[in-house]
């Protein structure tokens, strides 16, 4: 119950505030980009052959902030008339000659499924079918019909032109004045239209195919045909309905997260990550409780050295188990310092979420808050990478802090470029522009990096993290390790639980940004993570126990890339879900999905991979800050 009651808190406040407006009161429509669940690689509303207005018209855009642009720009404005409670009927936009391009363009789009989307005060536009209960957002371009229903030789496809819109709004004058949206629908039509009149003057065309007395249908022997070869001549008109609805505006998203998963699935998901960490703790509590504090105290009691020297396992190491790592140490302080930040600035944006700063169905902004609070959590890589590199004995403390700026973004910046460069060559409007790339790397070198060097310079200005045992000059030699002991082994088992602890989730996450859902239960999402952390801290110990028992004292490494190889889980994941969910045409449609997923798998390891760190760390220096230790 309490889950539920996070949940719903968070989800209530995640789409803003209510707008109130007056008697034909004109309201701003905008166009989102045209996309497709098959190629994930969208476009502009007015690069199609829509009516485009002119250019001082095309400049409004809403505003956009920087992950808006990132995912293609803000919305453009549409010159569709929309005004408080005004009825339009058969309204004419603009007659248009399609170019071949323009025509080539709309049948390809069409045969790729692609959707236009519109939103009005900053509620998406729907299909809707309350007969057969559906909801869909945005509509089609148009549709393809085969030949078994036009006796043509080959598809035929036909074109959209006329859209039946209705606007859904609730007035409740003893709250507040004039009228809220609460729905925004359309119903498309393909009509080949037949008017009178000059065809230069639209004022003065008679349409013979609808009107205010005759509406729009949907006549097969009369659609929009769209031939091959340009030419093609079309009307684009319109009609708007307002209609009075019971709907709150509190409840007007609902509609929308028809066919998302109940709250009920998400609390199964948590029960399933639960006991995960129930099966972790009860091993954590046998280590610490019966194992470990049993031998501490039997070896604290040896009365000679000759007893000590019988000893076997994790006690005989104590002279060795703290000497630094002797393959690249400043990497792993690197990697941990990076996984530290991701960690913060992840638990600062959920907990913006639950508390209602951010909108569920704004992806841009979301996008925004992201990367300003990775780049502002810059001194918390800084710090952390710095106390580590000290503990390894690192003196070089400029190129470790040089290094912990430019790990991480690079290897994105240089995904994201190449991934620019095909859209950009697509014609794609995620293509990014030279500015936006320029505003990213400013605030990489003018704020990021900066805040990296004041936080290496009060890492290292901190004293060594102490270490309750000395380390003997001579290294002692490692036993031979079995198959279940091996670091190989050991690294590929301790993502697995980790990862299925947020498995579940994982599917809601990766439908919202594949398949055009809504993700809102941030609630929900804030305790997954949560356990997440709690997994990877338990079972990062268990690990780093049952190596210390073979005498392998080499466990800075292991920790880290144990609970980090949960990252190649969640890639693997994405294959999974890249074969039997999506239906992507095309190389690059594939690119953009496996890049950005690259990206989300290299964050989750890294930032798995430090928690699984810290929390070994903090095991090894409590069980052998017990010893007794001459």
Same mark, same amino acid.
């Given at each position: 119950?309490?889950?539920?009651?996070?949940?719903?808190?968070?989800?209530?406040?995640?789409?803003?505030?209510?707008?109130?407006?007056?008697?034909?009161?004109?309201?701003?429509?905008?166009?989102?980009?045209?996309?497709?669940?098959?190629?994930?690689?969208?476009?502009?509303?007015?690069?199609?052959?829509?009516?485009?207005?002119?250019?001082?018209?095309?400049?409004?855009?809403?505003?956009?902030?920087?992950?808006?642009?990132?995912?293609?720009?803000?919305?453009?404005?549409?010159?569709?008339?929309?005004?408080?409670?005004?009825?339009?009927?058969?309204?004419?936009?603009?007659?248009?000659?399609?170019?071949?391009?323009?025509?080539?363009?709309?049948?390809?789009?069409?045969?790729?499924?692609?959707?236009?989307?519109?939103?009005?005060?900053?509620?998406?536009?729907?299909?809707?079918?309350?007969?057969?209960?559906?909801?869909?957002?945005?509509?089609?371009?148009?549709?393809?019909?085969?030949?078994?229903?036009?006796?043509?030789?080959?598809?035929?496809?036909?074109?959209?032109?006329?859209?039946?819109?209705?606007?859904?709004?609730?007035?409740?004058?003893?709250?507040?004045?004039?009228?809220?949206?609460?729905?925004?629908?359309?119903?498309?039509?393909?009509?080949?239209?037949?008017?009178?009149?000059?065809?230069?003057?639209?004022?003065?065309?008679?349409?013979?195919?609808?009107?205010?007395?005759?509406?729009?249908?949907?006549?097969?022997?009369?659609?929009?045909?769209?031939?091959?070869?340009?030419?093609?001549?079309?009307?684009?008109?319109?009609?708007?309905?307002?209609?009075?609805?019971?709907?709150?505006?509190?409840?007007?998203?609902?509609?929308?997260?028809?066919?998302?998963?109940?709250?009920?699935?998400?609390?199964?998901?948590?029960?399933?990550?639960?006991?995960?960490?129930?099966?972790?703790?009860?091993?954590?509590?046998?280590?610490?409780?019966?194992?470990?504090?049993?031998?501490?105290?039997?070896?604290?009691?040896?009365?000679?050295?000759?007893?000590?020297?019988?000893?076997?396992?994790?006690?005989?190491?104590?002279?060795?188990?703290?000497?630094?790592?002797?393959?690249?140490?400043?990497?792993?302080?690197?990697?941990?310092?990076?996984?530290?930040?991701?960690?913060?600035?992840?638990?600062?944006?959920?907990?913006?979420?639950?508390?209602?700063?951010?909108?569920?169905?704004?992806?841009?902004?979301?996008?925004?808050?992201?990367?300003?609070?990775?780049?502002?959590?810059?001194?918390?890589?800084?710090?952390?990478?710095?106390?580590?590199?000290?503990?390894?004995?690192?003196?070089?403390?400029?190129?470790?802090?040089?290094?912990?700026?430019?790990?991480?973004?690079?290897?994105?910046?240089? @995904? +994201? %470029?190449?991934?620019? &460069?095909?859209?950009? !060559?697509?014609?794609?409007?995620?293509? #990014?522009?030279?500015?936006?790339? *320029?505003?990213?790397?400013?605030?990489?070198?003018?704020?990021?990096?900066?805040?990296?060097?004041?936080?290496?310079?009060?890492?290292?200005?901190?004293?060594?993290?102490?270490?309750?045992?000395?380390?003997?000059?001579?290294?002692?030699?490692?036993?031979?390790?079995?198959?279940?002991?091996?670091?190989?082994?050991?690294?590929?088992?301790?993502?697995?639980?980790?990862?299925?602890?947020?498995?579940?989730?994982?599917?809601?996450?990766?439908?919202?940004?594949?398949?055009?859902?809504?993700?809102?239960?941030?609630?929900? @999402? +804030? %305790?997954?993570?949560? &356990?997440?952390?709690? !997994?990877?801290?338990?079972?990062?110990? #268990?690990?780093?126990?049952?190596? *210390?028992?073979?005498?392998?004292?080499?466990?800075?490494?292991?920790?880290?890339?144990?609970?980090?190889?949960?990252?190649?889980?969640?890639?693997?994941?994405?294959?999974?879900?890249?074969?039997?969910?999506?239906?992507?045409?095309?190389?690059?449609?594939?690119?953009?999905?496996?890049?950005?997923?690259?990206?989300?798998?290299?964050?989750?390891?890294?930032?798995?991979?430090?928690?699984?760190?810290?929390?070994?760390?903090?095991?090894?220096?409590?069980?052998?800050?017990?010893?007794?230790?001459?």
């Amino acid at each position: 119950a309490l889950l539920l009651d996070v949940a719903s808190a968070s989800s209530a406040s995640a789409f803003g505030g209510p707008q109130e407006y007056g008697m034909n009161q004109e309201i701003n429509a905008y166009a989102d980009l045209i996309e497709s669940s098959k190629t994930q690689v969208p476009y502009d509303y007015y690069s199609m052959g829509y009516c485009k207005p002119g250019a001082s018209f095309l400049k409004q855009r809403k505003s956009s902030n920087l992950g808006s642009k990132l995912q293609g720009g803000g919305s453009s404005l549409l010159h569709y008339t929309f005004e408080a409670k005004h009825i339009e009927a058969c309204q004419k936009l603009c007659l248009k000659t399609l170019s071949k391009d323009d025509v080539n363009k709309f049948r390809d789009a069409i045969a790729k499924e692609y959707r236009v989307h519109w939103q009005l005060d900053s509620l998406p536009l729907i299909m809707r079918s309350k007969e057969l209960d559906y909801v869909v957002r945005g509509f089609p371009l148009g549709f393809v019909a085969p030949p078994s229903l036009t006796g043509e030789q080959g598809d035929e496809y036909y074109l959209y032109n006329h859209l039946r819109l209705t606007v859904r709004y609730h007035e409740d004058p003893a709250r507040f004045e004039g009228l809220r949206i609460v729905g925004f629908e359309v119903a498309p039509f393909s009509i080949n239209h037949q008017y009178q009149g000059s065809a230069s003057n639209l004022d003065e065309l008679h349409l013979d195919t609808c009107s205010s007395l005759q509406p729009a249908i949907n006549d097969p022997s009369n659609f929009m045909k769209l031939s091959k070869g340009g030419g093609v001549e079309v009307l684009y008109t319109y009609d708007i309905d307002w209609k009075a609805d019971d709907t709150l505006w509190s409840n007007r998203w609902d509609v929308y997260l028809r066919g998302n998963p109940d709250d009920e699935v998400h609390v199964f998901a948590i029960v399933n990550s639960l006991m995960i960490i129930l099966f972790l703790s009860g091993i954590v509590a046998m280590i610490l409780l019966r194992t470990l504090h049993k031998e501490i105290s039997e070896y604290n009691e040896l009365s000679t050295l000759e007893e000590a020297q019988e000893e076997s396992g994790w006690k005989l190491v104590h002279a060795d188990v703290f000497r630094p790592p002797r393959t690249f140490p400043i990497a792993l302080s690197v990697l941990v310092g990076t996984g530290s930040q991701i960690g913060i600035a992840v638990a600062l944006m959920l907990l913006l979420a639950c508390m209602g700063f951010l909108n569920a169905t704004d992806k841009g902004n979301t996008l925004t808050m992201i990367i300003l609070l990775y780049v502002f959590s810059g001194s918390v890589a800084g710090y952390w990478s710095a106390r580590l590199y000290k503990l390894f004995g690192g003196k070089d403390w400029k190129t470790n802090t040089l290094a912990t700026a430019t790990f991480f973004p690079s290897c994105i910046v240089g @995904l +994201f %470029v190449c991934l620019n &460069i095909g859209l950009a !060559t697509k014609g794609a409007a995620t293509a #990014v522009s030279f500015t936006t790339i *320029l505003a990213v790397f400013l605030l990489w070198i003018g704020v990021s990096t900066p805040l990296m060097f004041v936080g290496s310079y009060f890492g290292f200005r901190k004293e060594t993290i102490s270490v309750p045992l000395k380390t003997n000059q001579i290294a002692r030699i490692i036993p031979s390790q079995g198959v279940y002991t091996s670091p190989v082994f050991s690294i590929a088992v301790g993502g697995i639980l980790p990862f299925g602890s947020v498995c579940i989730e994982l599917f809601f996450i990766m439908s919202s940004l594949w398949l055009s859902q809504i993700y809102y239960v941030f609630g929900f @999402l +804030f %305790v997954v993570v949560c &356990i997440l952390v709690i !997994t990877c801290a338990e079972m990062s110990i #268990v690990m780093t126990y049952f190596q *210390l028992t073979n005498e392998d004292y080499q466990w800075w490494w292991r920790s880290f890339l144990g609970c980090a190889s949960s990252g190649c889980y969640l890639f693997l994941y994405s294959v999974w879900y890249f074969m039997t969910k999506l239906d992507l045409e095309g190389f690059l449609s594939s690119l953009v999905y496996f890049t950005y997923n690259v990206i989300i798998s290299m964050a989750f390891g890294l930032f798995t991979g430090a928690v699984g760190f810290f929390s070994s760390l903090v095991f090894v220096r409590k069980i052998y800050g017990a010893l007794k230790v001459d």
